[in-house]
């Protein structure tokens, strides 16, 4: 990696106050003149999960009435139909890590005539391609090597948080009950990906226990995976945003000056490269165009018609209000696929896959 900062400048840039921001955002690059963003659907295709993290809005137990359990084809192909129609492009299918660990999962795949949760979903990715126009993108955490490979021949893009890189976080109760979130694993994970060439969306977590260290050691990890591979599209920097049904619901918010520096040093860290800098808007309701002026460039995936099934609580903008407030803090608002332009090649998509991400490219 060649780092123009050392781990422990951009450490002091997360401590920077006041009198010192002003340095700090003149050190990063502000020539944009697009914000990007994917028109998408979230499809939670079960909200059964192994995991049991101590900030989850996500996750249901199956004793919960109005758990999602696993969704029928029948009823997936009709949420990407509404999709269609409102011009939708990307098919985001979300749902809990290793979900057929649970005895209610593994009886529904069965009953549906599925072995596990990789032929399923592969099976619902392949029906996305055969009966609509969208791509699919899936995001379900851990995956072996080879559920990866089977995964990458049905998806555009695929993606997973890394959250944080520190073991330490293991033991807090953000992770603790959580044996997916080791970051050990994840990191294979995500490497692997690489290994196969599939183009990848990750990011961190902040506000969850860890310290700034532990935030630029986090993107520190994540641009050695990009160096070593070239498929990290974007990463994401989010705020964990407490809420009152939750384990973690009396932890303080992480305050927008803190997000703000998390930013530049996110920025910093991939200046020179093309990976883009991820905000979820709709966690920043208030404050989102602040970021786009220190080194944001992304909105990430933003629908129409669904809500954001991991944040509940945090509706999306309306894309009238997105183009505002992009507009007004001096960009232009531009629409972009699952997989970024320069992954729309023979080298990272098969036939199938460019030829429909090809012909997607000239409706944006």
């Known amino acids: 990696m060649n780092q123009k900062y050392t781990k422990e400048e951009l450490v002091s840039f997360l401590d920077a106050e006041k ?66 129609k409102y011009g939708c492009k990307e098919a985001m299918f979300a749902f809990g890590e290793d979900a057929d660990c649970e ?10 005539g599925y072995e596990n949760m990789t032929d399923y979903v592969v099976d619902i990715c392949r029906m996305t391609l055969d009966e609509t126009t969208l791509l699919p993108h899936t995001n379900g955490g851990n995956y072996s090597y ?42 294979e994970t995500i490497a692997n990906a690489g290994k196969l060439k599939i183009a990848y969306t990750t990011g961190i977590l902040i506000g969850i226990g860890e310290t700034k260290e532990e935030i630029v050691d986090s993107l520190l990890a994540i641009r050695d995976l990009y160096d070593k591979y070239g498929h990290i599209q974007e990463v994401i920097i989010q705020n964990f945003t407490p809420t009152p049904t939750i384990e973690m619901n009396d932890v303080e918010p992480v305050t927008l000056f803190d997000m703000m520096k998390a930013v530049v040093v996110g920025k910093l860290i991939f200046e020179d490269t ?38 509940p609580t945090s509706p999306w903008p309306t894309l009238d209000e997105l183009e505002k407030i992009t507009k007004n803090a001096g960009y232009e608002l531009n629409e972009r696929l699952c997989i970024y332009e320069r992954y729309i090649n023979s080298e990272w998509l098969n036939d199938e896959l460019l030829e429909k991400a090809l012909s997607l490219t000239e409706h944006l």
């Open 274 to 311: 093309p990976v883009s800098i991820q905000i979820p808007p709709n966690l920043n309701y208030e404050t989102a165009q602040v970021f786009l002026l220190c080194g944001g460039d992304d909105w990430g995936g933003v629908s129409p018609i669904s809500i954001d099934f991991v944040n």
């Open 19 to 84: 009198g010192d921001f002003t340095s700090l955002i003149n050190k990063i690059p502000l020539d944009d003149e697009f914000i990007t963003y994917s028109k998408n659907v979230f499809i939670p295709l079960t909200e059964i999960c192994r995991n049991d993290c101590g900030y989850c809005n996500f996750k249901k137990t199956p004793e919960d009435d109005e758990a999602i359990i696993l969704k029928t084809k029948e009823e997936v192909l009709e949420d990407l139909k509404v999709a269609e």
């Open 146 to 187: 080879d559920d990866l490979a089977k995964l990458k021949e049905v998806n555009a893009s695929m993606g997973m948080m890394l959250e944080n890189s520190s073991e330490r976080l293991m033991k807090l109760p953000a992770h603790k009950k959580s044996p997916g979130k080791d970051p050990k694993v994840r990191l």
């Open 103 to 112: 005895e209610v999962v593994k009886n529904r795949l069965e009953e549906f």
